[in-house]
């Protein structure tokens, strides 16, 4: 019954910033883990950003100092700061939120929401 709304996605130049948020609703748990996938057109999704529900986080390589990963766990609501954008960070973004950080829970996933970077 857990529904995950992602928003803030849109059109930007590079060198600009966006704010995705995600939030999910249905759920008396908290979540553990909470990260960020992009897929861009003739990739294979990929990890952007992963945070616990300690406050660590790990970002992939290509975005690290340029986005920001954070969450309100009172709410359970998910962030990614995205500045500095660039062309190839053009993608559907999706949250994932997991009860466990392991591999054998898939988690939540929400619609995807499209990010545009125009050169």
């Known amino acids: 019954q857990v529904q995950v709304v992602e928003s803030g996605g849109g059109l930007v130049q590079a060198g600009g910033s966006l704010r995705l948020s995600c939030a999910a609703s249905g759920s008396s748990f908290s979540f553990n883990r909470m990260g960020w996938h992009r897929q861009a057109p003739g990739k294979q999704r990929e990890l952007v950003a992963v945070?616990?529900?300690?406050?660590?986080?790990n970002y992939a390589d290509s975005v690290k100092g340029r986005f920001t990963i954070s969450r309100d766990n009172a709410k359970n609501t998910l962030y990614l700061q995205m500045n500095s954008l660039k062309p190839e960070d053009t993608a559907v973004y999706y949250c994932?939120?997991?009860?466990?950080?392991?591999?054998?829970?898939?988690?939540?996933w929400g619609q995807g929401t499209q990010v545009t970077v125009s050169s």
């Open positions: 945070i616990n529900s300690g406050g660590s986080t």
């Open positions: 994932n939120f997991r009860r466990y950080d392991a591999s054998f829970d898939p988690g939540y």
